[in-house]
């Protein structure tokens, strides 16, 4: 096994997750990249949906924007973006969407909106975008996040994006379609709502962390699952393949 | 019909100061041009709107146009922050700049609710989120089943700009690709602009397009390139080499003037904006 960074880890965890021929909502940067991963390698016919219209795109290059051209070329249909959201992701037809995010707390709820106070920010971050509908209603979410006690808080500056809410019971009182969280992929490892008090829950570390680590990079008391795992490195052709993806501006570069 | 006119007229004609404006354009077909022109005419106290703010709002955020910004998304997409809205809002730089945020779905809704000449639009979001409270959104219980929904106020810009790829002679206007909430847009607002990269006697039939009729366009103004930085499908690429090199430029504020000042307020129009960027280097 050749050498890899956690980023690439945290990606190739990621595309696992896909299965092939879902129907993936997808954020840009990581989230756009391990869908992508995944597409070039288990899950072929994974359909790739961004939020500017573009459904089925199969993009050769990972594109820098939610909207290059690449994704409509490719396409199987680009449609409005009041269609995207109305008729495609509120209509129930996506399986999952797939997210980042600044900040995320025990009940995987998202922050991407503000650092600090709304009104007198500390960072004014760009907003929630198509994530709050993305979480609400597709049938599952998975959020990419590297894992540190100031982005894993206790408290969210701002709740962006419902994941659980504040808990069991608050995704049905709020009229939500989907699932909701159902995994989180960090640099560290894989956490999971727990069945039961939907607390995000370690289930699986990446090779070569520690149960310690992860706990000290995360700004709540940890639960541990107690069938813990450890994932599976990548193998040479998840790496060759996630090292291939380039916007085109970097393989121009 | 609409009037085919020079987008000096148009924005002259149709922009005033503090009034409501929207340029649409998602990731494609975004106007810039028509953004440089409200900067060269010095529109003040403009209400804002857009889904996803973009470099062209930055620009005109940075140069104290406007007062207030009703968006969805404030980045540069793939490439981080949009520093000069930031500096507006952290620090009231130049002005102090009024937000009115809501999520991308949001604002779909709203826009297509002001296509449709109703008050509201309906649609399951917001609720649980901190931005229900801070923002124009109200529960509204389904009269046929009792489910709890969210209302967004219809977004009914004063003036509505977008770019396209065509009008023909009539200003009959079609365009293609990643059409975002362009068509919302224009049937929304009180009055439209369209600018276009070509006047063609004849519209060819193209997969997907949209085709606005010049009777339901205000005016249609000839700006080839005038989507710059962002592409128009079929005529130039997204120039994603300088959306990465705005964060450096966008960064500080004494660079941002001198480059607004020397690619924009001292150039005449689209043409030379475009010039002038050959000139220094892809974006000096």
Redesign the interface.
């Given at each position: 096994m050749t050498g890899y960074e956690a980023g690439e880890m945290m990606a190739v965890a990621a595309a696992r997750r896909l299965r092939d021929g879902m129907a993936c909502f997808v954020g840009?940067?990581s989230p756009s990249r391990a869908a992508n991963l995944a597409r070039a390698t288990h899950a072929p016919r994974c359909v790739l949906i961004y939020?500017?219209?573009?459904i089925g795109a199969k993009p050769k290059h990972l594109?820098?924007?939610?909207?290059?051209?690449e994704?409509?070329e490719t396409a199987d249909?680009?449609v409005?973006?009041?269609e995207i959201?109305?008729y495609w992701?509120?209509g129930g037809r996506i399986d999952v969407g797939f997210l980042g995010a600044a900040q995320i707390d025990r009940f995987g709820n998202l922050n991407s909106?503000v650092i600090g106070d709304?009104d007198r920010?500390?960072?004014?971050?760009?907003?929630?975008?198509?994530?709050?509908?993305i979480a609400?209603?597709c049938k599952e979410t998975f959020v990419m996040l590297r894992q540190s006690p100031r982005t894993f808080v206790p408290k969210l500056d701002?709740?962006?994006?419902?994941g659980f809410?504040d808990g069991p019971g608050?995704r049905e009182r709020?009229?939500?379609?989907g699932a909701g969280v159902t995994a989180v992929i960090s640099d560290l490892g894989v956490l999971e709502p727990d069945p039961e008090s939907c607390e995000l829950t370690l289930t699986s570390v990446h090779p070569g962390v520690t149960v310690d680590e992860a706990r000290s990079a995360t700004g709540w008391e940890l639960r541990v699952a107690d069938a813990l795992a450890t994932g599976e490195p990548p193998s040479e052709g998840e790496l060759a393949a996630l090292r291939a993806l380039k916007?085109?501006?970097e393989e121009n570069g | 019909m609409a009037d085919i006119i020079t987008l000096k007229e148009a924005i002259a004609e149709l922009v005033e100061d503090g009034q409501v404006v929207a340029l649409e354009g998602?990731?494609?077909l975004i106007p810039h041009a028509a953004g440089h022109e409200l900067v060269r005419q010095g529109r003040r106290g403009l209400t804002l709107v857009r889904?996803?703010p973009d470099v062209i709002y930055d620009q005109l955020i940075g140069l104290g146009c406007a007062r207030k910004l009703i968006?969805?998304?404030?980045?540069n997409?793939?490439?981080g922050?949009?520093h000069r809205?930031?500096d507006a809002?952290?620090h009231g730089w130049p002005v102090p700049l009024e937000l009115e945020?809501h999520?991308?779905?949001g604002m779909?809704?709203a826009?297509?609710a002001g296509a449709a000449n109703l008050p509201f639009g309906v649609?399951?979001?917001?609720?649980?989120?901190?931005?229900e409270a801070?923002t124009r959104v109200a529960s509204i219980e389904c009269p046929f089943t009792g489910?709890?929904?969210s209302a967004v106020p219809s977004l009914r810009p004063d003036v509505g700009i977008v770019h396209a790829q065509q009008a023909d002679e009539q200003g009959n206007v079609q365009l293609w690709?990643?059409?975002?909430?362009q068509?919302?847009v224009v049937l929304g607002a009180r009055r439209s602009l369209v600018t276009v990269e070509e006047i063609v006697p004849e519209l060819e039939p193209r997969p997907?397009a949209?085709v606005l009729p010049g009777w339901a366009i205000t005016a249609v103004a000839l700006a080839p390139g005038g989507a710059h930085p962002s592409?128009a499908?079929g005529y130039y690429?997204?120039d994603?080499?300088f959306?990465?090199e705005w964060d450096r430029i966008s960064r500080d504020r004494d660079v941002f003037s001198a480059w607004m000042k020397r690619h924009v307020l001292d150039t005449a129009d689209v043409g030379e904006y475009r010039r002038s960027l050959v000139g220094a280097g892809a974006a000096a």
């Open positions: 840009i940067g939020e500017s219209g573009t594109p820098l924007s939610i909207g290059d051209g994704l409509a249909a680009v409005s973006v009041p959201f109305a992701l509120q909106t709304y920010p500390k960072v004014r971050l760009p907003g929630g975008g198509g994530a709050p509908e609400a209603s701002f709740r962006s994006t419902v809410g608050a709020l009229g939500f379609t916007t085109v501006s | 998602f990731t494609h889904m996803t968006f969805s998304w404030g980045g997409p793939g490439v922050s949009l809205l930031r809002v952290e945020e999520s991308h779905a779909a809704t826009y297509a649609l399951r979001g917001y609720r649980g989120t901190d931005l801070r489910e709890l929904l690709g990643i059409t975002g909430v068509k919302e997907g949209i592409y499908h690429d997204r994603n080499a959306y990465v």
